[in-house]
């Protein structure tokens, strides 16, 4: 930890010629003259969250999602190629917002990361004030109060979470209140279960199948995420180089070291765990309408059977296959919402 500049010694020395520049105080430590020099000339400046993209302006009359897409992806509204980006994607859709999708990347967005989402001007609490960009880990609360204030409910409290998530009825016209709390409640515990299928063992056989399986990142990661970035041979290089070494590193965080046979084992079996939840219904948990759960499903089922996606080595997807209700449940909320 650093010293104490206050703290007497013992044995006080006889002190040295301080330096005190303009508007600086007195210290015993001085920086030297060539940095200092340097510094003078180049001070050191923290700045702010990025600004918003400038083609943002000519899209505040309507709510805006920027997510990885391509350029013509965006114009045609198509699911997002990356899972985060279009489990929101999704979610919005199945919430009945009408919304645009802006090709970015995590540079544009102001708290580095994407998906984020901007509201319409014409949705600001405040007349004189546009909207801020919502990100991602707020889109649902943004999602639920904005369903609860058309419905003119001061809170979504009136609503059970997954029916919050999508604008349906209040839960008596459902369900009874006698009866056990809904699926998909914060308070279920399947719900957060289910929830850790998706965010690890699903999630691990992705990022290895995506990034550090050769095949898939030449046909698919290098394409979509490297090649829009830069021309520069180099710096492609540098970037697949990051980019794989950040799923390794988010592997062995749960693990000392990948195996990969294990990673596909642990995915075929949380693909069976969500194949038994979904059974012989259209939407997860007995829901009527998809909800925040459905999304985050098919962000990894819709990329994993797009047929305009390359996949080389196809070992997670034939896993997924397996299973006719996952693959029909992919199917429904595409052909329904894209």
């Not at 005190?20 to 923290?46: A, G, Y």
């Not at 515990?189 to 990142?217: C, G, K, T």
């Not at 925040?292 to 059977?305: C, E, G, I, K, R």
């Not at 390359?310 to 449940?329: E, K």
Request: hydrophobic share 35%; charged share 25%; net charge neutral.
């Amino acid at each position: 930890m650093p010293q104490d500049a206050n703290a007497a010694p013992e044995e006080k020395p006889k002190p040295r010629a301080k330096v005190q520049t303009k508007n600086s105080s007195w210290s015993w430590f001085t920086t030297p003259q060539p940095v200092k020099r340097l510094f003078d000339k180049f001070p050191l400046e923290t700045y702010g969250q990025n600004e918003l993209p400038q083609r943002t302006a000519q899209n505040r009359d309507q709510h805006t999602l920027y997510v990885f897409t391509t350029d013509n992806g965006a114009r045609r509204s198509a699911p997002s190629f990356n899972p985060s980006c279009l489990k929101w994607q999704a979610y919005l859709k199945f919430s009945n917002f009408s919304f645009v999708t802006i090709s970015s990347n995590n540079h544009a967005s102001p708290n580095g990361a994407l998906p984020f989402f901007l509201p319409s001007a014409s949705s600001s609490t405040f007349p004189d004030a546009l909207p801020s960009p919502v990100p991602s880990n707020r889109i649902q609360r943004w999602t639920r109060d904005t369903i609860a204030k058309r419905k003119g409910i001061s809170n979504a409290s009136g609503l059970s979470r997954q029916q919050s998530e999508h604008g349906a009825a209040p839960a008596e016209s459902r369900k009874s209140k006698e009866e056990d709390i809904a699926p998909g409640d914060p308070s279920d515990m399947r719900y957060e279960a289910y929830v850790s299928l998706l965010d690890h063992r699903i999630r691990n056989a992705y990022l290895y199948s995506l990034y550090l399986s050769p095949p898939n990142f030449d046909s698919i990661a290098f394409p979509l995420y490297i090649a829009p970035s830069t021309t520069n041979t180099l710096v492609r290089v540098i970037l697949s180089h990051q980019l794989r070494a950040a799923a390794e590193t988010e592997l062995l965080k749960q693990s000392a070291r990948i195996d990969v046979v294990a990673i596909h084992q642990e995915s075929d079996k949380a693909f069976a765990a969500l194949s038994e939840l979904l059974g012989d219904d259209e939407y997860f948990f007995g829901e009527e309408s998809p909800g925040l759960f459905d999304a985050s499903v098919f962000a990894y089922t819709n990329l994993l059977l797009d047929e305009g996606l390359d996949w080389r080595d196809t070992r997670m997807a034939d896993g997924l296959r397996d299973y006719r209700n996952l693959v029909a449940h992919q199917k429904r909320i595409r052909k329904t919402h894209f």
